[in-house]
């Protein structure tokens, strides 16, 4: 096992977390004064998100934005959680592009959205002529040690799998789970939320797509730990 450490680009503001009012949008008590906050997660969070619990917030400097804030991570009970799916994206992307993710060191990036049958995978990686389509999947649902994917039916999910098995037929394909969060020993498919996207992740396997893992620790209020090939992943 294997892990680094990055500073986060941005400054982050601690408040507490208050509600949410839908998907996208959450409610946070900051210098106590109750403000509007973008949540860049549409799972249902049902682990992650608390009343007063813990929330830190980046401040955005974009006129045309409906909220000032966004929200980055929570802690709750101790635990920090990163929220912000986009950052499982961005975080590997400069991994790969600086060399430092152990499983795909030697790979670089070609384009990232790329069009595959109708569904856009996250990366598209080339090496000495070799393709590499590479989808990342930001994990915060966890019970009992156990890290789930997801934790919402997921139609788009399932697509970028069956994208993935037509892909690994002339190429090479990849899944990322990204556990954002450090107290998950096991990660599985979710099959009581999405029977259907175990059973695709199971015959992804057997097709011969790689399954990669690593998980990041959120270090109030600036840093977070990656730490490579946790946890261990399991179809059951």
Partial sequence: ????????????????????????????????????????????????????????????????????????????????????????????????????????????????????????IDFLLGRNGQRFYLEVKSVSYVVDEVAMFPDAPTSRGRKHIETLIKCVEGFNAGILFTVQRPDAKKLRPCREIDPKFSELIAKAVKSGIKIFTQTLVFHPMNTVEIIFHKPVFSIS
């Fill in 1 to 120: 096992m294997s892990q680094l450490t990055v500073k986060l680009s941005f400054k982050l503001l601690k408040g507490f977390f208050i509600r949410r009012l839908n998907r996208f949008l959450v409610e946070v008590e900051l210098n106590n004064e109750r403000v509007l906050s973008h949540l860049p997660n549409s799972g249902r969070m049902s682990t992650v998100l608390s009343p007063k619990c813990e929330a830190y917030v980046k401040e955005e400097s974009s006129p045309n934005r409906k909220t000032k804030y966004t929200m980055f991570a929570v802690r709750r009970e101790g635990i920090p959680i990163i929220v912000d799916t986009r950052f499982a994206n961005k975080l590997t992307k400069l991994l790969i592009e600086k060399s430092l993710f152990p499983p795909l060191r030697k790979y670089r990036i070609v384009k990232e959205n790329v069009l595959k049958n109708s569904s856009k």
